[in-house]
């Protein structure tokens, strides 16, 4: 049963989102290769936490600077999508302990396969139509494709790296389709993200410490 919201702003994307879209993928696909990095050298939840709070700063600041306050409501929502965007980056992170980047990548890309079944039962207007459900069905066969052809026989290790890829993929689209039913009207982009990551902090540095990680192993400007 499709339960009720406000539709989506939009059906389709103009030039200017597009573009946006593609410039972010590109950032999204260094971005593993980034947190490799930093794992040989920071614990993966205590590193993502650390990520959290330094953009926490700087989107504060940015916010200060367009004099837009902080906490406009929905501090609730704001709980619930920072949970969600924390324990996803703590999945990503501690993914990329086992697996390797491109691995990583390709299945957290995966997002609009949970994405368009979540927005087929929970957002009006987003149905998952048989086009779309044919193009998304041959999307994921080339991803199997592309899994198949250069990674060969992944071991226990890569296994469990690829499960927690695809479950921080999954929790992604879970975190949009919440944001869309019941903060897209409701607050701007700008405090979405400011409660993601100022609510994923405390998330994250607690897994840091239930999970015994030893923060820091060494630094050097590569890892930073």
């Given at each position: ?91 990503l ?75 921080a ?5 879970l ?30 540095f607690?897994?840091s ?7 820091v ?8």
């Amino acid at each position: 049963m499709m339960m009720g919201t406000d539709p989506a702003v939009g059906d389709k994307l103009d030039a200017k989102a597009a573009i946006l879209l593609t410039v972010l993928c590109m950032i999204w696909g260094l971005n593993a290769v980034a947190i490799k990095f930093s794992n040989e050298g920071i614990a993966p939840l205590f590193g993502a936490g650390l990520r959290s709070v330094i953009a926490r700063v700087c989107l504060m600041i940015w916010m200060s600077r367009k004099r837009l306050g902080l906490f406009p409501g929905r501090l609730i929502d704001g709980l619930i999508v920072g949970f969600l965007f924390g324990v996803e980056f703590g999945f990503l992170y501690s993914a990329l302990l086992y697996t390797t980047a491109s691995s990583a990548s390709i299945l957290l890309y995966t997002t609009p396969f949970f994405h368009a079944l979540g927005a087929h039962f929970f957002l009006i207007g987003d149905r998952l139509s048989w086009n779309k459900a044919a193009g998304l069905i041959l999307s994921f066969v080339g991803i199997l494709i592309l899994l198949s052809s250069h990674l060969g026989l992944p071991s226990k290790l890569q296994i469990t790296g690829d499960f927690l890829a695809i479950s921080a993929a999954a929790l992604c689209a879970l975190t949009t389709v919440y944001i869309k039913r019941r903060l897209v009207t409701a607050v701007s982009p700008y405090h979405t993200l400011f409660y993601q990551i100022l609510f994923s902090i405390p998330i994250l540095f607690l897994l840091s410490f239930i999970f015994r990680e030893t923060p820091v192993h060494h630094v050097d400007w590569l890892i930073l």
